[in-house]
């Protein structure tokens, strides 16, 4: 029994012993590198903006009547001088008639005038009547004369008037809705206007940028002066508020001449072709400006960790070990980082497993799967 407990014994302990000595020291572990290289990058800042259409008018009535007539639906594309109400315009007509017979009664005065000054002229000449008879006449013509051009001057007031009772679109565009409904009593000083009409074959789009994202757009763009500065800024595209992208390209043309001393902002402004109407006044969405940065170092992000609101690479040394750099960042282009500090040009770092490497570590350098080179030009994501 005694020899039996001994035997167990020594079995155990060497199957204890055993797992002891199969363990070996675990090998580095194999990691893809690449070194960094400069390219030039292109790099998108977006703003909010606002869209306008290039003309944006109140339709308002000049003159008191009542509303006849709505010659158009809500939202309808209309043309230059189409009718869009009808204002009852009745007493219009015979205050034209009025003036009319005005008018008429005007030059029958000057007519009359004119007889006597005709009939006096020959009699002063014999000396038969005196010559103020002859002035007094002539004064008489000249007072018919000037009441027959205020007679006209009222006829063609009273024709304006009358035109005025047919309401006609002053731009081509689309209506807005109709605040007003027929039979009501409308006139130049009603608080509210007819409806609003704006002229979208073109839209204004505007956006603002800050003092400093103005002094990165003085420094970016060629030229001496902000037009020069314009004409060499690439299209800006807009995007919509469903994040989809208008699909033709608007320029830059107009610089505010100022601060906005609430905001600290200055607001530029952006043209975009509308011709199918797609866009209309009092939308909104976003321009994506593009940025230049030749030059510059591109790292993955995969290849990045995140601590304490920093960004981290590790940089591979002297005998495969690698160090943990802290990056300065200026940018994001798609899925790289633009770096501004913290690598040189041609430094190798650990592109995948960053997660778990620590400071000083030694790993196994590999070939990445897919080479890691910028291109010349590359469009990217945004980054506000």
């Known amino acids: 029994m005694k020899v039996f407990s001994l035997l167990a014994g020594t079995l155990l302990l060497a199957g204890c012993a055993e797992p002891q000595a199969s363990q070996q020291p675990l090998s580095p572990p194999a990691l893809p590198v690449a070194p960094v290289r ?9 703003y909010p903006a606002s869209i306008e259409g290039v003309v944006n008018v109140e339709i308002r009535p000049q003159v008191t009547g009542v509303l006849e007539r709505i010659l158009v639906e809500e939202g309808a594309a209309v ?19 009025n003036a009319l017979a005005a008018q008429q009664a005007a030059a029958g ?35 018919a004369q000037a009441n027959l051009q205020r007679a006209k001057a009222a006829v063609r007031s009273a024709r304006i008037n009358l035109g005025y009772t047919t309401i006609t679109a002053p731009v081509s565009g689309y209506l807005g809705r109709l605040q007003t409904k027929q039979g009501s009593l409308v006139g130049p000083t009603d608080a509210q206007a ?54 033709t390209q608007g320029k830059v043309d107009v610089v505010a001449g ?9 607001t530029l402004r952006a043209t ?13 969405g976003t321009i994506r400006l593009a940025m230049t940065h030749p030059g510059v170092l591109t790292v993955p992000v995969a290849a990045t960790v995140e601590l304490q609101d920093k960004v981290f690479v590790y940089a591979l040394g002297d005998s495969n070990k690698v160090s943990r750099r802290a990056l300065t960042i200026q940018g994001k282009s798609g899925a790289n980082y633009l770096v501004s500090e913290g690598l040189q040009e041609g430094e190798r770092i650990v592109l995948q497993g960053v997660d778990h490497l620590q400071e000083g570590q030694v790993i196994q350098p590999t070939q990445p799967s897919v080479a890691v080179a910028p291109s010349k030009s590359t469009a990217s994501a945004a980054q506000n």
């Open 38 to 46: 400069t390219g030039t990058q292109t790099t998108y800042q977006e």
């Open 79 to 97: 043309r230059k001088g189409q009718p869009l109400f009808k204002i009852n315009d009745a007493p219009y007509r015979e205050q034209l008639n």
């Open 109 to 143: 005065a000057v007519t009359s005038a004119q007889v006597e000054v005709d009939r006096y002229a020959p009699l002063v000449q014999h000396k038969v009547v005196s010559p103020v008879q002859l002035q007094t006449a002539q004064a008489a013509l000249t007072v």
């Open 194 to 247: 007819l409806t609003q009409l704006s002229d979208v074959h073109e839209v204004h789009t505007y956006f603002a940028l800050g003092e400093d994202d103005f002094s990165t757009f003085r420094r970016q763009y060629a030229g001496r002066t902000i037009p020069e500065k314009l004409r060499n800024l690439p299209p800006v595209t807009l995007v919509l508020s469903d994040q989809s992208t208008y699909p």
């Open 258 to 266: 100022q601060f906005d001393r609430t905001t600290g902002a200055v």
């Open 272 to 284: 975009f072709p509308n011709a199918d109407g797609l866009l209309r006044s009092g939308n909104t």
